[in-house]
């Protein structure tokens, strides 16, 4: 008889496990596990929560004063209220960028340097943190060291919707924190007034300058004019 196929004989398939089975299976073996070593666990938790304590409860603390300034934008004119002042062309003080150019200026290296030397800054172990018992044989650091660390701890942030802003210093002395915030706001402001000034000396210089030029012209002048009047014989025309 002829076969027109053959088939294999039917084999016994596993059944599937379905996905929410495995997962229940799966969860309540690692519970098992979890809860095989509670103890240790808990032993952890409470050996690195204790020593986070203690390394917090032994850092210095640290302290921070702040104090807040305003960009003038209209400052006084030496030169008189009808003369426009040099280092503050129209529309300058009201744009973004210089307020943010002077809040770069609060922490620049010149006025902390100038902060350094006001205070002897570089002479003090204490502001470097440097420990008492370790204070014997110290040596004076050089003033670019003690700015670098001063610039380190100054914050500048500005009011929002305001020409206000606020310095902020740390340190682990307070009224060491207050008396460099203070300072530094003074030292930005005697800078400014200082460049300022600097700026209206190099106009009068540049007016002064110009004065010369134009007397020499003005003198030439007159002399061309009265060689002129004596070659052409007008000397009786005024």
């Known amino acids: 008889m002829p076969v027109d196929s053959l088939h294999p004989p039917p084999q016994d398939l596993p059944e599937r496990a379905e996905p929410d089975a495995l997962s229940n299976i799966d969860l309540r073996a690692f519970a098992r596990t979890l809860w095989g070593y509670k103890w240790l666990i808990l032993g952890l938790t409470v050996v690195v929560g204790a020593g ?3 390394w917090t409860m032994r850092q210095p603390r640290i302290y921070q004063a702040s104090c807040r300034i305003q960009y003038d934008p209209t400052p006084a004119r030496p030169l008189g209220s009808n003369v426009e002042d040099v280092a503050s062309p129209a529309g300058y003080w009201a744009s973004q960028e ?10 620049s290296r010149t006025v902390a340097e100038r902060v350094v030397r006001q205070l002897g800054l570089h002479h003090d172990p204490s502001f470097f943190n440097v420990p008492e018992e370790a204070r ?14 001063l610039r380190g701890r100054i914050s500048v942030e500005p009011v929002r919707e305001t020409r206000l802003v ?5 340190d682990q002395d307070p009224q060491r924190a207050a008396v460099l915030a203070n300072a530094i706001a003074e030292s930005y402001i005697e800078k400014t007034l200082e460049d300022r000034m600097s700026s209206t000396v190099n106009a009068l210089e540049w007016l002064g300058t110009q004065l010369d030029s134009l007397r020499g012209e003005l003198d030439a002048s007159e002399l061309a004019l009265h060689r002129f009047k004596v070659d052409h014989n007008v ?4």
């Open 52 to 54: 986070a304590v203690l």
């Open 98 to 107: 210089f307020f943010a150019t002077q809040n770069q200026i609060i922490q």
């Open 136 to 149: 014997e044989g110290w040596r004076s650091r050089s003033v670019e060291e003690a700015a670098g660390v």
């Open 166 to 170: 606020v310095i902020g210093v740390r």
């Open 235 to 238: 000397l009786s025309v005024s």
